[in-house]
């Protein structure tokens, strides 16, 4: 049984997932400005090409950066040259990749379960609602883009009906040429396990493997193909550094022995349930799950041949972050939406939804109770700070919380008030968070610092590691001196007696008399002083 039958309502819940996330993920990240790290480094890659004409090789801080492909980049430049340089337009992307996401997983879940029409419904409402594509869906990052491909790749694959459709190779081909061109070759780990496992769920591959094989191989090297129309004239243009980065480090070097993000082999698991929030909370997703039809064995042979290896894969590599998970989140989605579409006809207890709805309750109320503390309980700056903030927005927490405790008792209807009361209650949270802290993200007055100092052609130095996060904030038009030994910094001070230092960490001041700026960033202090009157070294 199908609870949402007509087509038209199923167009119109669709319709009202993504009008729903574009307004809430919209008043969100235009909330306050560009946020550091990952959002400022994008943006600040993304002006350096712009700045410089460098429109092949990624710039960060004047040296050639190996980290990324280019295609995001060029997105921004596309946008530039109609309305100039400027941050909306970037977050505008961010909003539009969030959309096609939920169009994506709506038409794979269709796919994957023609039997299941009501999947197709759900899916977008669970990517919708799960906390962990709104937090780093509102960050200026490459990972939502690229599962936009993994999505559009498995599209070409399946062609509209796992059962009856056949493979367009040249679909598959074109996004995964584009997916290597956001992220390079992690792309393939993405989509490669469902190509080589094919006969455990399609029938076309189990008659005609040589057939199916053949062209997986041909439509994987016309992706490549598409990749090295970039690579190779940016491997011309690029140095020698830049060249070994790209081909070895950016790839191999992540996964066999990270030299950044390293993480213990385990560490994915137990983040997953982090991941899952809420839908990790609510009864009724383990009852679905438990309880999968095995009619649907097509699909469900599919998305074990995507997520298990790819989850495997990801666990065995060095290098982890949660973010890297984002484009597997879409077949998460797909897999409890058609367990919960077989259970269309159920009517479950209400209870089944009192965790979650408690949990976010409970958060929502402990911000409104922090005035009401023991002063002795509160010490940390950050918690009083947010007991003197904007509370009231809390209630927005409180309130999404309590609409799920007299939700629906079909487990269809309540994914829909599920997936709507998170999105709400996170970006309830989001504004909370922002409004109590953003002064001590905002890099943009230092930015401008340290782009008066340029414009008055004194050079800069940064102490320690910098992540380029003034470069766009100040629309900077050189890059910066970077060094943490001391002796090279004392040497630095009395080579460029016009010089300015920017020191970030400092706890205490840096210097005698008063800096050229000084503010707040998380914890610590971002200070910039005249190199003469710089007197300190980076804290440890």
Known sequence: MSEFSSGAASKRLLAGCIALWLAVAGFSI?????????????????????????W????????????????????????????????????????????????????????????RPDAAVLAPWIVAGSTFFLLFALQLMFDVLLGLFVLAAFLALVRGDIYRGVPSWIGFSLALGLGLLVKGPVMLLH???????????????????ARWYGRAALATLGGFALFAAWLVPALLQGDAAYREALLWKQ???????SFDHARAWWWYLAILPALA?????????????AGARRDDIAGGRFLGCWLLPALLAFTLSSGKQAYYLIPELGGLAVALAAAIAARADARWPRWYGALPALVIIALGAMTLALPWLPPQWITSPWVAQLANGSRWIAWFIVAAGAALLIGARRPTRFVLQLGAASLIAGAAAHALFMHAYWPRYDLAPAAQAIARAQREGRPVLNIGTYEAEYQFLGRLEKPLAELDRPEDIAAWRQAHPDGVIVQTGARTPKGVGTPLHRQRFRSRWVEIWPAPAYRGFPDQ
């Open 30 to 54: 235009f909330l306050h400005g560009p946020m550091p790290l990952y959002s400022t480094r994008t943006l600040s890659v993304g002006w350096e090409m712009w700045q410089q004409g460098s």
């Open 56 to 115: 092949l090789v990624p710039l960060q801080n004047g040296m050639q950066y190996s980290h990324k492909a280019p295609l995001l980049y060029w997105l921004y430049h596309a946008g530039w040259a109609v309305t100039g340089v400027n941050d909306v337009w970037p977050r505008a992307l961010a909003l539009i990749f969030g959309a096609l996401a939920l169009v994506l997983v709506s038409r794979l879940a269709r796919a994957l379960f023609p039997q």
């Open 191 to 209: 989509v490669v396990f469902p190509v080589l496992l094919a006969p455990l769920w399609s029938e076309q591959a189990r008659a005609a493997p």
């Open 251 to 257: 790839t191999a070097g992540r996964i066999v022995k």
């Open 277 to 289: 929030f809420p839908w990790v909370l609510w009864f009724g997703s383990w009852r679905a799950l």
